[in-house]
């Protein structure tokens, strides 16, 4: 039997409410709504301080980018997490209602609509990059909430004051990892990002801090989170979230020295 020396996962249902047949309205989806309703708030805010950006070029960005998200999100975590399952059957790949996004699969899908966005509009990659960059981490806090409301991608077993029983963990007290994340991915990098950008900076800088500060937290975090049953621990005992996040990291340095070296401030 659990003890009640740690905190029970509060009973928070899923499913928000029920609309017909197959039909719901999910926390997690108003998660996903959340973020693209304050990115959207948010780029509009720059382009009031950004002459090189017009609220109809971003919007026209936002679209492209919701695109890049879902598809790249969706085919990364099958094909990431779950490439078994895709080999066995590809339409596994379309199987949305069992759940299933990838945070390095959304990055590349959204990496891949801002070249597209970028090369139609002629404008540099860096640019839009760091333009978008500024605009993800609260995605991610709101992520992750979705991701704790449902119970899901909980810690590692722990026996610190703030561990908790999760319904699908087992009788083990976990590492609330998801809100480690929230917090570290989202209102962390956010905040950094938000001081960084007070002085000016060579394009491609705020890019790689992002890709920097993310690839660190999810790095941490991955120390606190479960790994994936069917993967468990990949070589040099990372799991399969801190070995994708590695380029990601290197990248960030190399963007962020690159932007240095070019600053007309040095």
């Known amino acids: 039997m659990p003890s ?31 973020a693209f309703a304050f990115a959207y708030f948010w780029g509009m805010r720059q382009t009031k301080t950004d002459p090189n950006w017009s609220k109809e070029e971003f919007s026209d960005l936002m679209f492209w980018g919701f695109i890049g998200v879902i598809l790249g999100g969706r085919i990364g975590y ?26 390095h699969g959304g990055l590349l899908g959204v990496i891949a609509a801002m070249y597209l966005y970028a090369r139609k509009k002629q404008r540099s990659f860096l640019q839009v990059g760091d333009f978008v960059a500024p605009l993800v981490p609260m995605g991610l806090f709101f992520g992750r909430i979705g991701n704790f409301i449902n119970g899901e991608l909980w810690g590692r077993a ?9 319904p699908s963990g087992g009788p083990v007290p976990r590492h609330p990892s998801q809100l480690y994340e929230a917090l570290l991915e989202g209102l962390l990098l956010f905040a950094v990002i938000l001081w960084f950008q007070r002085k000016p900076r ?6 790689g ?13 991955e ?44």
Do not use: C
Request: glycine share 10%; hydrophobic share 50%; net charge negative.
């Open 223 to 266: 120390f606190f989170r479960e790994p994936d049953a069917h993967l468990g621990l990949l070589s040099l005992g990372m799991s399969m979230g801190q070995w994708l996040t590695l380029p990601m990291i290197i990248l960030g340095i190399i963007l962020m020295v690159r932007a240095k070296k070019q600053s007309p401030t040095g």
């Open 209 to 221: 801090l992002f890709l920097l500060g993310y690839g660190v937290a999810r790095f941490i975090v």
């Open 4 to 34: 009640n020396d740690y905190w029970q996962f509060p009973a928070i249902d899923p499913v928000l409410f029920h609309i017909w047949g197959p039909l719901d309205i999910r926390w997690y989806g108003l998660a996903y709504i959340a």
């Open 158 to 166: 722990a026996e610190v004051p703030w561990a908790m029983y999760f």
């Open 78 to 103: 099958t094909l990431f997490y779950h490439f078994d399952y895709f080999i066995d059957n590809p339409l596994y790949l379309f199987y949305i209602h069992e759940g299933g996004m990838s945070f």
């Open 202 to 207: 060579g394009v491609g800088a705020v890019s």
